[in-house]
């Protein structure tokens, strides 16, 4: 065994992300959070197909803990994300990019994370936001 892998398995490995944050919990809060902006939202609410935002709520907190390091729950039910794909029958212009966002962010400022979590959090919460447009203005 290198030095490296040495101490790749011993103490100084590091945490996930999902790991630093606080795990399952915080990602419920996060999403739970958003989603209570979204109930209320007059152009986002009417995009979700189901009646029970529940099950959206289920499927966004298993992806973004699998996504930052915790159980693989989310591909177990669903399969690859192939997230812009599964956002092509909804129309995600700007201004849904920016209802969606004003939630996250919303939801982000209520977690308390420190300043490094919540940039790092933040920085691919907008990036991936941008990269589901898929209509013009
Ligand atoms: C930019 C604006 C966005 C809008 C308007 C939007 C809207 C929607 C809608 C209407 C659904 C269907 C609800 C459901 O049945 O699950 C959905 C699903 C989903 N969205 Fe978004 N979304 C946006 C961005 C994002 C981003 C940035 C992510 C990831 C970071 C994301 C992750 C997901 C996931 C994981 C699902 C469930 C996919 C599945 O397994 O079927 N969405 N989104």
């Not at 290198?2 to 398995?9: H, S």
């Not at 103490?11 to 944050?21: A, I």
């Not at 996504?67 to 997230?83: C, E, I, K, V």
């Amino acid at each position: 065994m290198d030095g490296v892998t040495e101490i790749r398995r011993g103490t100084l490995q590091e945490q996930t992300f999902y790991e630093q944050v606080g795990g399952e919990e915080t990602f419920r809060r996060l999403v739970h959070r958003f989603y209570e902006g979204v109930k209320d939202d007059p152009l986002l609410r009417p995009m979700y197909p189901e009646e029970d935002l529940g099950p959206a709520e289920e499927r966004l907190a298993l992806f973004l803990m699998q996504y930052w390091g915790g159980p693989t729950t989310y591909s177990d039910n669903r399969g690859h994300p192939r997230l812009r794909m599964r956002h092509v029958p909804f129309k995600v212009d700007r201004a849904a990019h920016d209802a969606w966002l004003k939630h996250m962010r919303d939801a982000v400022d209520d977690l308390g994370l420190s300043e490094e979590h919540e940039q790092t959090l933040w920085k691919y919460l907008t990036y991936a936001a941008a990269s589901m447009i898929n209509s013009p203005d």
